[in-house]
């Protein structure tokens, strides 16, 4: 801990503010300096804010669990798009994480229901199909009449395993797959286009 | 407030969810975007991180204040800094903010006192002599025997202004004042140093 002048005392024991420091680099891409930024700012700019954040922080923690159909955050059993009688039950996109469903939600005029898989089947790090609740989705095929399962994992190494797995276990219940097309950017330039990503725009080509 | 997909019942009231992420917002540099990346990691990653970081917030803003002395932060009556005997008690360095005694603990062998404005002069801000603690300083300069007042305010407009009504408290106290030299930093080449910089350190040179 680099921030240690303010310690106070018996002179070992890290101060309050030390800690502050430490528990602040929890967040995500924040580091020693920007956490001591962060905890001066609160103390000294905003605590009335900081009051809430530790109030509305505690209160997600304990309140904030998972939908129990998609597996998206929610406070309740079920989320609300589960829950709206308005959305299509015959559709089920698939996505890694609750952020993709916020991307499609905005981008897209789809009107199914989403199941959340939370990661994405990477064996190395012990995230198999249990972990991705995999089985609930099974069930799901199972008992609901369900006519298309999109696959909208990341178009990652990860990603696309996942989806080949997805895609058996759909198979399984003769349930219709699709994947996002993939190809050229809308706005890029060919120039500046992956490999990759070009070699299958063109394998991909459509008539004109 | 963006991301409301995740509310619940009544459908108006925004989520838990939707809470978590703006309370997030009142760190400093963290849009939208950050504080809903933020809120996920935490709730998918990390929850007793984020719930060590609730309560120690809480405890920071209940029970860190101000030295009575020095005005830095601390949880008790006078810092470590002020209890510390080994100081020199007969110079005190006047910064603008808490990390400015950190930079100057660990940059330099200083060994005297500090006196932290928390701010700087900016009228315009209501920010005045009585916000900064400029009192304290002053009752200081008349009780302690204070030999010289290092003004370490920054080399900025307000800071120069600072620095300029600090000078005249002292002066009325007989205590003599010095200030940070101004130049080219080390390891700056004069072709990409600012010309007000290049004016001064002209202007100031020394023998060599």
């Given at each position: 801990?680099?921030?240690?002048?303010?310690?106070?005392?018996?002179?070992?024991?890290?101060?309050?503010?030390?800690?502050?420091?430490?528990?602040l680099r929890c967040?995500?891409?924040?580091?020693?300096?920007?956490?001591?930024?962060?905890?001066?700012?609160?103390?000294?700019?905003?605590?009335?804010?900081?009051k809430t954040l530790a109030d509305t922080l505690s209160r997600a923690i304990r309140e904030i669990g998972h939908c129990k159909a998609c597996r998206i955050f929610s406070?309740?059993?079920?989320?609300?798009?589960?829950?709206?009688?308005?959305r299509i039950r015959s559709k089920i996109c698939v996505v890694e994480s609750?952020?993709?469903?916020?991307?499609?939600?905005?981008?897209?005029?789809?009107?199914?229901l989403y199941?959340?898989?939370?990661?994405?089947?990477?064996?190395?790090?012990?995230?198999?199909?249990?972990?991705?609740?995999?089985?609930?989705?099974e069930d799901r095929l199972k008992k609901d009449t369900v006519e298309e399962l999109i696959l909208a994992?990341?178009?990652?190494?990860?990603?696309?395993?996942?989806a080949h797995v997805l895609s058996?276990?759909?198979?399984?219940?003769?349930?219709?797959?699709t994947r996002l097309a993939q190809g050229v950017p809308i706005g890029g330039e060919l120039e500046f286009v992956d490999q990759n990503t070009i070699a299958q725009a063109f394998a991909g080509r459509k008539s004109y």
């Open positions: 801990m680099a921030a240690s002048y303010f310690s106070n005392g018996s002179g070992s024991a890290p101060s309050l503010l030390d800690l502050l420091i430490e528990s967040l995500p891409g924040v580091g020693p300096k920007s956490a001591q930024r962060m905890a001066f700012h609160l103390l000294q700019r905003n605590r009335d804010g900081a406070e309740h059993e079920y989320c609300s798009i589960c829950l709206d009688a308005s609750p952020a993709d469903v916020l991307t499609i939600e905005k981008s897209t005029d789809y009107k199914g199941f959340v898989l939370m990661g994405r089947l990477s064996p190395l790090d012990g995230i198999g199909p249990k972990e991705l609740g995999l089985n609930i989705l994992t990341n178009s990652t190494v990860e990603g696309e395993v996942t058996e276990i759909a198979g399984k219940q003769n349930v219709q797959t």
